[in-house]
């Protein structure tokens, strides 16, 4: 089944002897990551297994917003968003970034208190104005619906961009600054010497480089095990439909059982505001003990089921040679089958909230699979036990908006730099070392 249309992006042909840092991911972390190092000067190569954005950095929301992040994340947020008003200037190409605002949704006066103290526990950061707006205010804000609601959690500053631009605009100003970009070209495995990073054996041959920056997404805990590295992550299906345009509103749209955002064509990006589907598999068990205070958390929002993917992960081999062939060459882009039942419910809700949405078909659906971690915080980290290697994984369904910010604060790392942000919340080691791990609501 075929996932959103990407626009065209030419690949380089032919690999480097040597660079400074090779970045494995052409996702928007990975991208972003290779822009910001070469434009501090640095000789990049970026490898994708497929093609640029091919997985979940164009198959998301496309929603780019500071209000109901986890605390620890919202700094790098602040960070982001200051990037994104600059990105098209900066790529030279569009990325559909706009400051329309964002709404969630309450249905309860439970809700409105719930959503209020998020917005009074960051009361007073820079950038972050969101408010509880009811009546006439939220009747602006959501011109012709039909959805009955307390109130609603407004970020006017939160907003939107088009998945299927962004990170091809990145990644086409990363090479246009001098990164070699190579799609169809998979990263097998580290090359070490003496312990330390040398480099990377690619399918294609063998490049030295003093680092490398693991922003694999959902195939990042499969090429970190290769390399001893203990990585805790699950992977969670989420669907997404695109409509034909409609004269819908303009601010974007959390609840229960649906969630908007307007694209640049008119038409809208919907999603079930709550449901996402696990499928049960091997790594499902063995990681089970790390995830259970987010399976206690979250539990109502998720579907569990056995599908083929328990078969697929099964026969992945978990340990291989560099000149083996790996399951990153037997899967170019992940592109699993939308949700038929998230549809139906979420579609049918958004036409009784919003009767403006009978006019509008759906002209496409896809599903990608959603990187989390056991807290729902990224890991942006070096690696203690293998050094050189560094690691930009588990942005668990926040990873587009955050994205530019996750890669100036991944350069800074691999730079050795002053890191835009504290990088403390976001080590790997946390899963190790006895900390607390587990989500946080914020307030």
Known sequence: MPGPTLPPFESDHRLPDRVDTVVIGGGIVGASTALELVERGQSVLLCEKGQIAGEQSSRNWGWVRLSQRDPREIPLMIES????????????????????????????????????????????????????????????????????????????????????????AIADAARRAGATVMTSCAVRSLYLEAGRVAGVVTEKGRVR???????????????????????????????????????????????????????????????????????????????????????????????????????????????????????FEQCRVLDPAPSRHALRRSLAALRRAFPIFEQADVVQSWAGMIDVTPDAVPVISGVDTVPGLFIATGFSGHGFGIGPGAGCLMADMVMGTAPVVDPTPFRLSRFHDGSRVRPDPGY
């Open 81 to 168: 968003i200051r990037l994104w008003h600059g990105l098209e200037a900066r790529t030279g190409q569009r990325t559909g970034y706009r400051a329309s605002g964002i709404l969630f949704g309450c249905r309860s006066e439970r809700e409105v208190e719930n959503n209020g103290a998020w917005a009074r526990h960051l009361e007073g950061r820079d950038s972050v104005n969101a408010r509880i707006v009811s009546g006439s205010e939220l009747d602006t804000l959501l011109p012709g619906r039909n959805l009955a609601l307390k109130g609603a959690l407004y970020s006017p500053t939160d907003g939107r961009a088009e998945p299927q631009w962004a990170t091809t």
């Open 209 to 327: 480089a003093d680092a490398v920056v693991l922003a694999a997404g959902a195939w990042s805990r499969l090429f970190a095990g290769n390399s001893g590295v203990a990585l805790p992550q699950l992977k969670v299906l989420n669907t997404v439909m695109r409509t034909t345009p409609v004269d819908g509103p303009e601010t974007a749209l959390w609840s229960d059982e649906f969630a908007f955002r307007k694209r640049v064509d008119g038409g809208y990006s919907v999603a079930s505001g709550h449901e996402n589907t696990v499928d049960i598999v091997p790594d499902s068990f063995r990681l089970a003990r790390a995830f259970l205070p987010a399976l206690r958390a979250e539990w109502r929002s998720l579907r569990f089921r056995l599908s083929s993917r328990w078969g697929e992960e099964a026969a992945q081999a978990r340990r291989w040679r560099p000149d083996e062939m790996t399951a």
